[in-house]
């Protein structure tokens, strides 16, 4: 830890992960291109629990972000010699399983001694989801209203969207590596920041800002010139691009910057599209531990690649965890086909009128058909306007539906318009698609109460 | 005049479920009053009318310059229930920089709103 010109203490928490599938190098270059004193890494979107959900079924040592072990790996020397420590929710659908990989690693490289694994559980309420409806939680669907039992059947997994109290246990109980399942993202660089300063946790103003810190880094580089679209031409070294670090302070103010000699840019407007990303009702950001007022957001710069965030606000949560449930939902599968100039746009608007009606004759039954045409309307719809005569157009054909027979058959009917088409096609190396099962996402809420985190120190 | 947001904004959007969501930001500060005063949900609402199946809601954060839109129905089902190609809302927001508005002459010089360039065509 160190301390500001005034003598303050600061603490640095650096964004090594935005998802599961992000930049292998950034945990790393995060460790190493400064002094930092925690490592934030977030693996979990809103389908990945059902997905390592599958794949614990197949495997019970399985059911967590692999990519973790290999990022623990390349940043071990800072963490068991330079005392960084690492929070991350790639415990997934086994926080176990996942500190048991850790620990393998720790003990190959010799640094098991220097190493305490913090594991958070009791998030993961598929095993008493029967319990739960019979208790008269209904679990309903927080978009539809429609009761679980509707679909309960077909659930993969369920997971309570826990807060920052248990990581903040675990670092107390000196974890230098911190594993959780399905806690909120937002809570993993939180609880470091109310660990350290002290916060209580009915210091709503300070926990606000701590949940703003962790939505402004959640996403590693979007707000450090990632898919930055302000005055984009100018970013520079995007190959190169330094990923967000969290400088708080104990008032709840924090700066976010990144390490010297890395690319990207750190602006009031780079900082301003991160916070405005995935935003509901700015006026309640709604966590498990506190609701955060975006509007009460002061933003300012604060030298080179630094913005200070200060004065927001915050008031008590509800007496709600959002649920974070997974079902099977039938199966579907888009194939494309590529149609060059001369009339790219017609002979391709031909290929999908022919598609339909050979699917039409063979009476397969889809719940939804969908066409876009890429290069033309496929991202913007009507709103681009009339195409320009362009070089190419992409036929993009999506079906989606119950009975996977007839999602089967219909790979079977694109690719085939290579020969029997339109004229002036390619781009069918791939073959044809393939078919994938659907697992949808369904976000209810349950009380509180019911939900009892856990939080175990490995030695 | 006519002044088109990608002139006087950027933008980003996200998702959630089947609603996209696309945060506006004032280029300049003193441009956000005007896109308080002519980027309404109306006008919004009619941007989108043939892309989105759901309402719209609208929201304002002053504080950075910005604005808040909600885009129901937006995404095919939202998810890995979606067929599209965006099927996560994410250039959500540059369909938003598309839209032109009728500024009064006045008003626009006044706040030096860069006017629409019609390209050309042939």
């Known amino acids: 830890m160190t301390t500001d010109k005034n003598g303050g203490k600061i603490v640095r928490i650096a964004s090594g992960q935005g998802f599961w599938g992000d930049w292998l190098e950034a945990p790393r270059r995060q460790v190493e291109g400064g002094d930092v004193d925690y490592l934030m890494l977030d693996y979990l979107a809103e389908v990945t629990m059902s997905i390592l959900q599958k794949q614990k079924e197949r495997d019970p040592k399985m059911g967590y972000a692999r990519d973790f072990v290999g990022a623990i790996e390349s940043v071990l020397p800072a963490v068991a010699k330079r005392g960084v420590r690492v929070i991350a929710n790639a415990g997934g659908v086994n926080p176990p399983a996942c500190a048991d990989a850790i620990r393998g690693v720790a003990q190959k490289n010799g640094v098991s001694d220097a190493i305490k694994i913090g594991v958070v559980t009791g998030d993961d309420l598929l095993p008493r989801i029967d319990e739960l409806i019979a208790a008269g939680h209904p679990l309903a669907n927080m978009e539809t209203g429609e009761a679980l039992s509707t679909v309960r059947d077909r659930v993969l997994s369920a997971n309570a969207y826990i807060g920052s109290t248990p990581i903040v246990e675990a670092l107390s109980r000196s974890a230098n590596i911190v594993i959780t399942g399905r806690s909120t993202d937002t809570a993993l660089t939180m609880a470091p920041l109310r660990f350290e300063f002290g916060w209580a946790d009915n210091d709503w103003d300070k926990l606000a800002s701590g949940i703003i810190a962790g939505h402004t880094i959640e996403c590693g580089a979007q707000c450090s010139g990632g898919n930055c679209l302000y005055d984009w031409q100018s970013i520079p070294d995007l190959a190169n691009v330094g990923y967000p670090i969290v400088e708080g302070h104990a008032d709840g103010s924090f700066v976010i910057y990144k390490h010297p000699n890395t690319g990207g840019r750190i602006s009031v407007p780079s900082v301003t599209e991160q916070l405005v990303y995935e935003m509901g009702d700015p006026n309640s950001y709604i966590t498990p531990d506190v609701i955060a007022d975006f509007t009460t957001i002061h933003l300012e710069a604060a030298g080179e690649n630094r913005v200070r965030l200060f004065g927001i606000k915050g008031r008590p949560p509800t007496d709600k965890l959002k649920v974070s449930i997974a079902y099977r939902a039938g199966f579907k599968a888009v194939g494309t086909l590529v149609y060059s100039w001369p009339d790219a746009y017609p002979k391709a608007q031909l290929a999908d009128r022919v598609l339909r009606e050979r699917l039409d004759n063979l009476g397969l039954k889809f719940d939804h058909i969908m066409t876009e045409f890429v290069g033309v309307s496929a991202t913007h719809g009507p709103l681009a306007g009339e195409p320009h005569d362009p070089p190419e157009v992409q036929l993009r054909f999506g079906v989606r539906g119950e009975n996977k027979a007839d999602i089967e058959r219909f790979t079977r009917e694109i690719v085939p318009l290579v020969l029997n088409g339109p004229p002036s096609v390619t781009g069918f190396a791939g073959g044809r698609p393939k078919v994938e099962e659907i697992v949808a996402y369904w976000p209810a809420l349950v009380d509180k109460t019911v939900v009892q985190t856990n939080v175990e120190v490995l030695t | ?122």
Not at chain 2, 16 to 22: C, F, H, R
Not at chain 2, 28 to 53: C, M, N, S
Not at chain 2, 99 to 107: N, Q, R, S, Y
């Open chain 2, 1 to 122: 005049m006519k002044v088109r947001l990608l002139d006087v904004a950027h933008a980003r959007s996200g998702d959630k479920g089947d609603t996209a969501n696309v945060g506006l930001i004032a280029l300049k500060p003193e441009w956000f009053p005007f896109l308080q005063k002519y980027v309404t949900l109306d006008r919004v609402g009619a941007h989108f009318k043939d892309v989105i199946t759901g309402p719209v809601e609208r929201y304002e954060l002053p504080n950075l310059n910005a604005l808040n839109f909600l885009l129901h129905g937006a995404l095919d089902g939202g998810g890995t229930l979606s067929l599209k190609t965006d099927a996560q809302g994410k250039v959500f927001s540059t369909a938003m920089l598309r839209m032109v508005l009728d500024v009064p002459d006045g008003e626009a010089t006044a706040l030096k709103l860069p006017a629409l360039k019609l390209p050309d065509r042939q």
